[in-house]
């Protein structure tokens, strides 16, 4: 036996509801088109098959179905507003690498940009600043702990502003995981916001265009 799921009207004034039902007669495993419940099911058919139906004016049912299960629709995640810096995973020549990216924030005091005499960025009151994905936080994990006050990757916490999160480089930077080395501090749970994977479009395009250079 087979169960699908399916959605069915009642007439024209029921609410669509959802119901399951067994059913027993073999069609196709593939064949996509309408059938009727009152001729049986559908033994060669995968369980949770997701079909469409309709109640008939002589009390069958019609049904339009699909194998198989139908992709979800997944919502995007929405990111927060107010963050200076957003740390993502991704990859570069099918390496891991982690990608710093600044949100075009004016110098203030919770953020201090590279340029000038400074050779790289530091952000302060990372709780609500710092943007970082799930994926990003593993790959932090994977840096070399040195023994040098400043690191590729600096996280520590300061008396009386709180955690900060600092790098080498300009205000965007892309890390190589697993080799880059952090300050004496080495490694911490910084506190942060969780934010979506997502990769700018502006990497991307840059990534495809650096890529095939080097190929070339």
Request: proline share 4%.
């Amino acid at each position: 036996m087979t169960k699908i799921k399916y959605f069915f009207k009642r007439g024209f004034d029921d609410p669509e509801q959802e119901l399951e039902v067994t059913i027993d007669q073999t069609l196709p495993a593939h064949n996509f088109g309408d059938f009727n419940l009152a001729d049986g099911g559908l033994d060669d058919l995968e369980d949770g098959l997701i079909a469409i139906g309709r109640f008939l004016c002589d009390g069958a049912v019609s049904v339009s179905y699909v194998c198989g299960e139908p992709e979800e629709e997944v919502e995007e995640e929405e990111i927060p507003e107010g963050l200076y810096v957003h740390v993502l995973a991704a990859k570069l020549h099918g390496k891991d690498v982690i990608l710093i990216e600044s949100q075009g924030q004016e110098a203030d005091e919770h953020w201090v940009p590279a340029g000038g005499s400074k050779i790289g960025c530091v952000l302060i009151g990372t709780d609500t600043r710092l943007g970082m994905s799930k994926e990003a936080v593993e790959l932090l994990k994977t840096g070399i702990k040195s023994n040098d006050a400043i690191g590729d990757i600096s996280i520590f916490e300061a008396t009386g502003k709180g955690w900060c999160f600092s790098w080498l480089g300009g205000v965007d930077s892309i890390k190589p995981a697993h080799e880059f080395e952090y300050c004496r501090e080495g490694y911490s749970d910084i506190p942060h916001v969780t934010i979506p994977n997502t990769l700018p479009q502006s990497f991307v395009e840059w990534k495809e265009e650096h890529e095939r250079e080097e190929a070339s």
